[in-house]
């Protein structure tokens, strides 16, 4: 199985600071058709988990600009440039490609 | 808005079964390929299985193949999972999600509230 790998597991920051997540997959995400089967959701407390990104770098619809994904291959990044407190919760990032599909651990995000 | 609803979940014993459904409010779940992930208590997401718009295909992970079959009802469009010898290991949330394979690559681009399934004597 592919492992996605998380880190870090646990984020504080401040409101108006900047945040990164950094998902590490132990094979490619890149499919022959060019797309890369990489996203990201996220799960706040108590609620279901929802889309913030797919294939990589898209930006679902609703989620604000200040999240953005970047990578390639096999090393990824969530970015998020200024916090907000609605932004806490459980970060999640998810290969599409090889069966089964695989989410990472997760990475907790807490406003001081 | 659109909604995915499950139900069936509760409180089984031991080497018991159940049968989630997933039902949709304000589109077409006939016209989806849709999944099922689960997150036991405290814990992260599994990808549990998939299956395709017209039923033809699906897809299970090997933790739980011959125990968990997704399948569907298009003309009551609706999704199913049924759970066999159930475990307490099993205990968790399970969601049903639409996969987004015409405008994407199968990214799960809504999800359930969930259903709790207790697993225990």
């Known amino acids: 199985d592919v492992v996605l790998t998380q880190t870090p597991l646990s984020l504080s920051v401040t409101p108006g600071q900047p945040a990164s997540i950094s998902c590490k997959s132990t094979?490619?995400?890149?499919?022959?058709?060019?797309?890369?089967?990489l996203y990201w959701y996220l799960q706040r407390p108590g609620q279901s988990p929802h889309l913030l990104i797919y294939?990589?770098?898209s930006r679902f619809s609703g989620v604000p600009e200040r999240f953005s994904g970047s990578g390639s291959g096999t090393d990824f990044t969530l970015e998020i440039s200024r916090v907000e407190a609605e932004d806490m919760g459980v970060y999640y990032c998810?290969?599409?490609?090889?069966?089964?599909?695989?989410f990472g651990q997760g990475t907790q995000v807490e406003i001081k | 808005e659109v909604h995915l609803l499950e139900s069936g979940g509760g409180l089984v014993q031991p080497g018991g079964s159940l049968r989630l459904s997933c039902a949709a409010s304000?589109?077409?779940?006939?016209?989806?390929?849709m999944a099922w992930v689960r997150q036991a208590p405290g814990r992260g997401l599994q990808w549990l299985s998939a299956?395709?718009?017209?039923?033809?295909?699906?897809y299970t992970a090997d933790s739980v193949q011959g125990r968990f079959t997704i399948s569907r009802d298009n003309a009551k469009d609706l999704v199913f999972l049924e759970l066999t010898s159930l475990r307490a290991d099993d205990t968790a949330v399970y969601y049903c999600?639409?996969?987004?394979?015409?405008?994407?690559?199968?990214?799960?681009?809504?999800w359930g509230q969930g259903s709790l399934v207790t697993v225990s004597s």
């Open positions: 999600v639409r996969r987004q394979v015409v405008h994407g690559s199968g990214h799960f681009d809504l």
């Open positions: 304000q589109f077409n779940l006939r016209n989806y390929a």
């Open positions: 299956i395709t718009s017209d039923g033809g295909d699906s």
């Open positions: 094979q490619s995400l890149l499919r022959s058709d060019g797309k890369t089967y």
């Open positions: 294939e990589v770098s």
């Open positions: 998810m290969q599409g490609l090889h069966l089964p599909w695989t």
